[in-house]
């Protein structure tokens, strides 16, 4: 299955991205199948190749969910922003997070 989703490149502390077409589940090293534009979180600048990224939707290819926000932003796709999901750390008895407490049990 083919996925549209965000390829880091850049040095450092100092993060850009590459809009790719790949595999789902291939690293992120790995070469994709297509180049469909960049972002640079910095500057908020956005360069996507539109035409592209609508074949490769009317393929079947599924944009990630950051991805998909990133072309809703920019008028390439027409629907509502997806809500991004992320995992909040688990708070036992005490404040302390898991991790924490691993920590402290490992010391």
Avoid at 19 to 36: C, N, R
Avoid at 78 to 87: D, F, G, N, R, Y
């Amino acid at each position: 299955m083919l996925a549209i989703k965000l390829q880091r490149i850049g040095k450092k502390h100092q993060p850009s991205y590459r809009l790719v077409t790949a595999v789902k589940k291939s690293k992120m090293g790995a070469p994709p199948v297509e180049d469909l534009g960049s972002y640079n979180p910095r500057t908020k600048a956005a360069a996507f190749k539109k035409e592209r990224v609508l074949h490769w939707l009317s393929v079947g290819a599924q944009p990630t969910v950051t991805a998909h926000n990133l072309l809703v932003k920019n008028g390439i796709i027409l629907v509502s922003k997806k809500a991004v999901k992320m995992k909040a750390a688990s708070v036992k008895a005490g404040g302390k997070t898991e991790a924490s407490v691993a920590v402290a049990a490992t010391v």
